[in-house]
């Protein structure tokens, strides 16, 4: 059953706004970050990966965005030229704001975190005056990501596209994507969320990225299939919400939780694994595939990403992405 029907006839596949920002990665993983030295500089920010995600799997992809003027933000601007990323809608600041910078500590496996210097960013100053009507027209779809709605102006810059897009007949996205330390408190998040979902067709999310949205709401248990129902009142015609190892649910307004199974990896790190999650499976449901199928190509891109040291760099392409299938299918890879 097709759940979302994509406009044909528009040239773009892909549009994201909002974060760019920069990752240094440990190179000395397995320790904490007081006992590392080096780091490996890569493009970041959430929907930018997931940009280069899609740009790899061989979509027609753009971004609007706004990008520093200094060495890191030009860094931005070729990475994605170099990727075939569409950057007319990508502007430079020129105010003074700097590049945001995403230091990554890799204790294990499983002990991953980041440290963000978020202060005065030039992402988060996209004006909607800056947002481009014409390339969000073309395209297929819209994604969002909830890091660009905690500050004005880029939180007006975002309501604009979702406007546009509304306009132009666009599948709108919500990465959910929260990050708290860019957020002055809890009910404006919650408050600005919701109100960006309400334009959605599709919702992916973590539990407790829900959890932080429903401050004002009564679900106590926490119920997955509450916290679809209500999306679905609104434009959500699927709802992603995920339980880290135990894996996702992809909820459709029929009642349906659909599940897929999951891909083993050799863990290095466990950022990434979102953003390359939800490259593969938007990638899928264009293809118009199953939302099973969906889910499934996205649990492959995101072990691979996983499996790697980086984020941007590891996003996967269409022939990767199979072979890893292949393999796991074969037994050939299994969990660390």
Request: charged share 20%.
């Amino acid at each position: 059953m097709t759940y979302v029907s994509f406009p044909q006839s528009k040239p773009l596949d892909f549009v994201a706004i909002g974060r760019l920002c920069i990752d240094l990665n440990a190179n000395e993983i397995n320790r904490p970050m007081e006992e590392t030295m080096t780091f490996t500089k890569y493009v970041g920010g959430s929907p930018a990966n997931i940009t280069i995600g899609m740009a790899r799997l061989g979509m027609k992809t753009a971004f609007v965005g706004k990008i520093a003027n200094d060495q890191m933000g030009r860094f931005i601007a070729d990475y994605l030229e170099r990727n075939n990323i569409e950057t007319t809608n990508v502007v430079t600041d020129h105010t003074g704001a700097v590049t945001g910078l995403a230091f990554t500590e890799i204790k294990s496996p499983t002990e991953c975190s980041i440290l963000m210097y978020r202060d005065n960013v030039a992402d988060l100053l996209l004006t909607p005056s800056e947002v481009q009507e014409s390339l969000i027209a073309e395209s297929k779809v819209l994604l969002i990501s909830g890091t660009a709605l905690a500050q004005s102006p880029s939180r007006e810059a975002v309501f604009q596209a979702l406007e546009y897009a509304k306009k132009h007949g666009v599948v709108i996205i919500f990465d959910l994507d929260y990050r708290p330390y860019t957020w002055t408190t809890s009910e404006e998040t919650a408050v600005y969320y919701n109100l960006a979902a309400e334009k959605c067709d599709i919702i992916l999310g973590t539990r407790e990225e829900f959890d932080m949205m429903e401050r004002f709401e009564n679900n106590a248990e926490k119920n997955d299939r509450i916290t679809a129902a209500k999306w679905f009142d609104y434009s959500a015609k699927i709802v992603i919400i995920k339980h880290g190892k135990e894996g996702s649910i992809a909820y459709t307004p029929d009642g349906v939780g659909h599940r897929a199974m999951s891909f083993p990896a050799k863990v290095v790190k466990t950022f990434g694994a979102g953003d390359s999650y939800a490259a593969g499976f938007i990638y899928g449901i264009m293809q118009g595939w199953t939302i099973e199928k969906s889910m499934e190509y996205g649990s492959a891109a995101a072990s691979i990403v996983i499996s790697s040291h980086s984020c941007s760099d590891a996003m996967p392409t269409t022939d990767q992405v199979n072979d890893y299938i292949e393999r796991c299918n074969r037994g050939e890879i299994t969990a660390s």
